[in-house]
């Protein structure tokens, strides 16, 4: 089965790291775009940014650039997410996706909820 | 960055309406248009690829057309099961975008 398996919901304090997963399985992951959306509680959907694990090319949103990290493992077909210092802001649901020919999203995994509280 | 709007943010209507959302794009995209469908606690699920190229498995009622800077999404024979909430979101350049998504409600 085709299909990208998040690592479970997580609750840290401000000021904490964190790194979420996102496991790619039944198709060749090293050939296809891995993106990172946000979902702020109530809101709608913001493109983080993209990696491709072939080569770890990496392309951000300027509006997460410096915020977060992104990373992958070809070797165990996992990408990663990743915070050096959270924030309350930053409590959130948080999906990755396959991209498909030309960018369109074909698969998503069911998210990992961050929440982010003192 | 290209800024998708949505219109109607939101809609109360009932089943066997036929439903329209749009979504324009403030630069041309061609046909780099997709649309989504979340359902509460889901993820979202791809619809529409390409503006108009019905992706697997998605029911005929769902369909989409338009180009450049203006698209649609038209759903014909509204079924309960399509209360949700739908997201455009563009692939023509990086970083690519999401419409701010419309909620539609069935009565």
């Known amino acids: 089965e085709v299909q990208l398996v998040q690592s479970g919901a997580e609750m840290k304090k401000p000021g904490e790291s964190l790194k979420i997963s996102c496991k790619g399985s039944?198709?060749?992951?090293?050939?296809?775009?891995i993106g990172w959306v946000r979902q702020m509680p109530g809101k709608g959907l913001e493109w983080m940014g993209i990696?491709?694990?072939?080569?770890?090319?990496?392309r951000y949103s300027p509006s997460f650039q410096g915020q977060v990290t992104i990373s992958a493992d070809k070797s165990i077909s996992t990408a990663y997410l990743q915070w050096s210092s959270l924030k309350a802001s930053d409590t959130a649901m948080y999906y990755c996706?396959?991209?498909?020919?030309?960018?369109?999203?074909?698969?998503w995994g069911r998210g990992t909820l961050v929440t982010v509280s003192s | 960055e290209i800024v998708l709007t949505q219109s109607p943010d939101f809609q109360s209507v009932t089943p066997k309406e036929k439903v329209t959302i749009t979504c324009r794009a403030s630069?041309?995209?061609?046909?780099?248009l997709h649309w989504y469908q979340q359902k509460p606690d889901q993820s979202p699920q791809l619809l529409i690829k390409?503006?108009?190229q019905s992706f697997s498995g998605v029911p005929s009622r769902f369909s989409g057309s338009g180009s450049g800077t203006d698209f649609t999404l038209t759903i014909n024979s509204l079924e309960a099961e399509d209360a949700a909430t739908y997201y455009c979101?563009?692939?023509?350049?990086?970083?690519?975008?999401f419409g701010q998504g419309t909620k539609l409600e069935i009565k």
């Open positions: 996706a396959r991209l498909g020919v030309q960018g369109v999203i074909d698969l």
């Open positions: 990696i491709y694990p072939g080569d770890s090319d990496i």
């Open positions: 630069q041309s995209i061609g046909s780099s």
């Open positions: 979101h563009q692939s023509s350049s990086l970083p690519y975008t």
């Open positions: 390409y503006d108009s």
């Open positions: 039944g198709y060749i992951f090293t050939s296809y775009w």
